[in-house]
């Protein structure tokens, strides 16, 4: 039987190789630069929303109490736009990235660490290279692709971003899926 002690290194590869990978999409690779626009005045929009004065967070406009959507008055708020979700970041954390950084190694590193405890319970000690990578291939595409979807779907990220994020996340499953499938232990 494998234990999860036995698939550290995989575990650890996996996430600085995914690690290394999404930095090298999201900064060196063109596909996500088409992921944001800039504001048609973006002094005007960014001085309106510092007089807002929000605290880090998201924030739907406009905004409406449970059970209050069907009222005259917000329908015409939504009628008559714009709608949206704004979210506030502090702005250390857009300067500083290192803490970003930490935490999306060890998101990595738990995306590996719940893969491998799913192939554990697939696969014992000599598994093929294959068998590993169907199992773990789509257990990683799962979990680092399918929360764009529901951000399209709920929270306004557009379908061309959700793509790409998906696609990346197709990328880093297949990474993933081979360091399992050539570190897998032997029988």
Request: glycine content about 8%.
């Amino acid at each position: 039987m494998v234990e999860m002690a036995d698939l550290w290194l995989p575990i650890l590869v996996s996430a600085a190789v995914v690690f290394v990978a999404s930095a090298l999409a999201w900064t060196v690779l063109p596909h996500h630069r088409s992921d944001f626009a800039r504001a048609d005045d973006e002094d005007r929009l960014t001085d309106a929303v510092r007089r807002c004065a929000p605290k880090p967070g998201m924030y739907y406009f406009p905004f409406v109490d449970q059970g209050e959507e069907r009222s005259e008055e917000y329908q015409q708020k939504v009628a008559a736009g714009p709608v949206g979700i704004l979210r506030v970041r502090d702005p250390q954390s857009a300067l500083n990235m290192k803490g970003a950084m930490v935490k999306s190694f060890v998101f990595n590193a738990v995306v590996a660490t719940l893969v491998a405890y799913i192939a554990i319970g697939a696969h014992g000690p000599g598994a093929e290279y294959m068998a590993v990578f169907g199992t773990v291939g789509p257990a990683t595409f799962l979990a680092y692709a399918f929360s764009s979807v529901q951000e399209s779907i709920w929270m306004g990220l557009p379908r061309s971003a959700a793509v790409k994020q998906a696609l990346d996340g197709f990328v880093y499953a297949l990474l993933t899926a081979g360091i399992f499938g050539w570190l897998w232990p032997a029988a």
